[in-house]
């Protein structure tokens, strides 16, 4: 088999599209790729709009054909949104009758378990380690200790469920987002360093330093303090959405929802009392690729 795998994950908010070689349990990234495609803007009563459906489809007809010039081995994977939408099986059928690709829909506990392989060999440095994921529809928390993976939960708390929600002003977000982390199985951890991944926790890296394009070297492996997240939430309170894009020309069109994603991840820092994060740049989409063999040709066949 070729060793090269292109790994497409169709989140709430974004596309993410990986292409990597396998060498043994190395990867070589080839090319790695971020869109937003709003694919649960608006979503009422468990239906996907067809602005959304419309806008994912040409991302991921753009994804697929530039990976084809690389690699057949292709892997498209939907979480939360698409565990949700009663009409997804729209954007199945077109998958598969438009490329022959099978559309992949894992759990939520299986999206925490595939970002703990993304991270296992990342942080070795570290005995303890709880890891959160804030994405558009859910969020996703995996404890390590000694070096292993010892558990995995999925919370129905996300940026854009929070904001399909009618009548929700920015405190009752506040309000949801406490009531939901208090349904959190806690670890009887000691001391534990705090890791975040994912988009919002990127680009608020990537806006502490100034980036003007988004660089993953400058990001993987930053540190966060939950002052400056705050202080950032405060500022973002205070504009406009031109402006929030325009301190983040990297990620422009996250703009309309980085205020809601920094709360919940300050909410995140308050509720396990910590005051430092370290941020890692690397998601479910190299976890999909550490898997063991089998598991791998599953998500293909």
Partial sequence: MNNKFAVIDVGTNNVLFLI????????????????????????????????????????LFDNINFARLFTENIIVVGTSCSRDAKNINILEQWLKKKFSLKYNIISGEKEAQLNGLANITEFREFNTIIMFDVGGGSTEFTYFHNGKM??????????????????????????????????????????????????????????????????????????????????????????????????????????????????????IMDFFGKDEMIVSDRGLQFGILYQEEKDLQEMLS
């Fill in 20 to 59: 990597a070689r396998k060498n043994n349990n190395k990867l070589d990234i080839l090319h790695r790729d971020s869109n937003i495609s709003a694919f649960g803007k608006k979503m009422q009563d468990g239906y996907l709009n067809k602005t959304a459906i419309n806008n994912t489809k040409r991302i």
């Fill in 150 to 267: 010892i558990y995995n939960q999925s919370l129905n708390l996300g940026i854009r469920r929070l904001h399909n929600s009618k009548n929700v002003d920015y405190l009752e977000r506040v309000r949801i987002t406490r009531k939901v982390l208090n349904d959190l199985i806690l670890p009887d951890f000691k001391e534990f360093k705090m890791i975040g991944i994912g988009g919002t926790v990127t680009s608020l890296s990537a806006a502490k330093f100034g980036l003007q394009k988004y660089d993953a070297n400058v990001v993987h492996k930053s540190f966060l303090r939950n002052s400056e997240i705050k202080e950032m939430l405060e500022r973002f309170r205070r504009m406009s959405n031109n402006q929030i894009a325009q301190l983040m020309p990297f990620d422009r069109y996250r703009a309309d929802i980085i205020t809601t994603g920094t709360m919940i991840v300050t909410e």
